[in-house]
């Protein structure tokens, strides 16, 4: 099929990329120039494992192309996917402007019936909206072009990306046009070789609401399990452990229950604050949902606050080590990451810090940590936490898990550990010494 993609970013990309993989002609398009140059050159905007060598492969193939214009890329195009940004508007709510930008424009240029479909995460009732705003450009032009809008949102998980768009553990396609159904059920087929029952169809609206209430329901594990390790401190109880207990029951599994700082990312808070509004919208008070943003808020400045309660609330002339920026491993994804809350708060009080990640030092430096004072960037993880006071480990990169932790006490002025994704065993670490703090867990 001859497709066109529009919003190069973390899904747009993979999607593009992926679908050229499967054999259909695929190009992506971007508002922005420098992206769209740096990928016709081979350079890839975003660290994604495996994604670089398939975007290779299909623009030396001639199957994936970028572009910054819409224009001449609606004709002969089957399926035009919107993946542009929804960031949080000022309210709470999925700021929809870059999605019905979009949509005008495809309504300004399209030539051939087509069938447009939002891949981006957009609230309940969207769909109307950006059909709403096709037809009104159509009618500026007076053509009358047939077209359909179809909600398919998007589940890939940034680090695991390309896996998770080549064997999906489902797709959704929210459509009320048979005929699109069986287009976009044809493009899918492909992805799933053995079976088509995890491809799931529905209307659109419940489409809509899927991906907001999949989001939801992850933060909700997460926040729970947070709150449940907070309790655990209290009562002298290791949550590590209270997590295998539970986990071991089938109808509670292990996924998505292990305590940390908090979730971030450019979805989680933003999917659960724009659910929470499109309830609040409709006169319904979502109190789970508040409650699990709450403890989200609470949970990212957990970290921060056990060491101010060993060091105190000034902590000038403290240095930390910070091992880990992006809000998860194998991403340089810093949007949300409580790596920003946590330093910010240590700065504010005085505190030097020495940061380390493997690849989001360059998003930390241009962009997230930009106006934060004190703050030094390293290349290597041991160079980072030389003559600090402790390293404070906040991303579960696979470097971090084993480190050397004679390196680490070596270098540490105290050896003293703050781990934000409890990776370390405490009973090893205290026979070397260590004082070493975790998340729901006394150290004993
Ligand atoms: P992103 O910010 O990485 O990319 C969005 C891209 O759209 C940018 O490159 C931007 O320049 C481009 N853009 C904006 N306006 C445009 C226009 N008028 N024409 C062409 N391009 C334009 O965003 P993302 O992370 O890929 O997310 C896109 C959508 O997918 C969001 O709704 C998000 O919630 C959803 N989503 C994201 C993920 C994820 O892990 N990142 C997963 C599932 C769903």
């Not at 071991?248 to 940390?260: A, C, E, K, Q």
């Not at 000038?316 to 992006?326: C, H, N, T």
Request: charged fraction near 25%; aromatic fraction near 8%.
């Amino acid at each position: 099929m001859n497709l066109t993609v529009i919003g190069t970013g973390y899904v747009g990309l993979v999607s593009g990329t992926c679908f050229a993989e499967m054999g259909n002609n695929v190009t992506c398009i971007d508002i922005d120039q420098k992206k769209i140059d740096g990928l016709k050159n081979g350079i890839i905007p975003i660290y994604e494992p495996g994604l670089e060598a398939i975007v290779k492969r299909n623009v030396a193939g001639k199957t994936l192309h970028f572009s910054t214009s819409l224009e001449n890329h609606l004709e002969n195009c089957d399926i035009a996917f919107i993946a542009v940004g929804t960031p949080m508007g000022e309210d709470g709510s999925a700021d929809l402007q870059y999605v019905l930008q979009v949509a005008r424009q495809i309504g300004a240029h399209m030539t051939t019936p087509l069938i447009i479909v939002d891949k981006s995460t957009v609230p309940v009732g969207t769909a109307d909206k950006v059909h709403e705003a096709i037809a009104n450009e159509l009618d500026k032009r007076g053509e009358s072009i047939p077209f359909t809008v179809v909600s398919n949102p998007e589940f890939l998980k940034e680090g695991d990306a390309i896996s998770d768009f080549m064997k999906p553990d489902r797709v959704v396609i929210g459509s009320d046009n048979p005929d699109a159904t069986k287009k976009m059920r044809a493009l899918y087929a492909p992805f799933f070789r053995s079976s088509m029952d995890r491809l799931i169809t529905m209307d659109v609206r419940s489409a809509e609401m899927t991906k907001y209430v999949a989001n939801a329901m992850l933060a909700t594990k997460i926040s729970f399990m947070n709150e449940v390790a907070n309790i655990c401190e209290l009562v002298g109880a290791d949550v590590n452990k209270v997590r295998i207990g539970i986990g071991s029951d089938s109808r509670i599994g292990y996924s998505f229950i292990y305590p940390g700082s908090g979730y971030g990312g450019s979805c989680f808070p933003k999917d659960v604050k724009a659910l929470k509004k499109t309830a609040m919208q409709h006169g319904y008070q979502p109190q789970l949902i508040e409650a699990v943003e709450d403890v989200n808020d609470r949970q990212k400045l957990v970290v921060a606050n056990k060491i101010i309660a060993k060091y105190g609330e000034d902590l000038s002339g403290k240095v930390f080590a910070v091992w880990g920026l992006s809000f998860k491993p194998e991403t340089d994804d810093m949007r949300e990451a409580p790596s920003i809350y946590i330093i910010n708060e240590l700065v504010k009080r005085g505190a030097t810090v020495k940061a380390y990640d493997p690849k989001a030092i360059e998003e930390a430096k241009h962009f997230y940590l930009k106006d934060t004072p004190n703050i030094t960037y390293y290349s290597s993880k041991y160079e980072a936490i030389s003559e600090a006071n402790a390293m404070i480990l906040l991303t579960e990169w696979k470097e971090f898990r084993s480190p050397d932790f004679h390196e680490i006490k070596k270098q540490l002025v105290e050896p003293v550990i703050f781990d934000g994704r409890n990776q370390y065993n405490d009973e090893i670490l205290g026979e070397m010494g260590f004082e070493y703090y975790q998340i729901g867990k006394t150290r004993s």
